[in-house]
């Protein structure tokens, strides 16, 4: 037996909802990688967060990097598309979009949003990598390599390196 036909409204509601964040990836002159230190949970992060309702991706991006950095930049290229299941608090499937943002200038003014962060700073690609959750760590290796190969990389959970230490994967 088939499903009764359901109102736009209904339907709506019966479809499975995810967060969503986006982060701009920049580097400096010398190749190296912004990264900023949130005070609201431990380690650095790319620079971003979360998407508001309504809000485009690439649109949500812009605005963060306002907010934290005071930094007018268009979110370029999509690099990495990064999706995760629930895990811990969250309650629901995450997607992040990373994109480019390019090449800040030396001596580029940046000012703290000071709410939020802590620190700022640009590091080696390794060393940045090694300083982001291990859950967010291969975004930064992917966007190396989609601004190399220009071509988007996407990260499922089932690629993540990290997915044998979070509880219940398999």
């Known amino acids: 037996m088939s499903n009764p036909y359901l109102e736009p409204t ?16 920049l580097t ?4 190296r990688v912004l990264l900023v230190k949130p005070n609201y949970r431990p380690g ?22 306002y907010e934290e950095l005071d930094l007018r930049v268009e979110a370029g290229a999509l690099l990495v598309l990064d999706w995760a299941p629930p895990l811990g608090e969250r ?6 979009f990373l994109f480019d943002g390019g090449t800040i200038s030396d001596g580029t003014p940046l000012r703290l949003q ?3 962060l802590d620190d700022l700073g ?11 959750p291990v859950t967010t760590a291969p975004r930064l290796p992917a966007a190396r390599r989609a601004r190399k ?9 089932e690629a993540a390196p990290w997915s044998h230490i979070v509880e219940g994967a398999p």
């Open 122 to 132: 640009f590091f080696p690609w390794e060393q940045a990598s090694a300083l982001l």
């Open 44 to 65: 650095w992060a790319i620079p971003g967060g979360i998407v508001e309702d309504g809000e485009s991706p690439h649109d949500g991006a812009r605005r963060e990097i």
């Open 149 to 157: 190969d220009q071509r988007a990389v996407y990260l499922p959970h």
């Open 91 to 96: 309650p629901r499937s995450m997607v992040n």
């Open 28 to 31: 400096d002159v010398h190749d």
């Open 10 to 25: 209904e339907w709506f509601a019966t479809l499975p909802t995810v967060f969503a964040s986006a982060c701009v990836l």
């Open 114 to 116: 000071e709410e939020e």
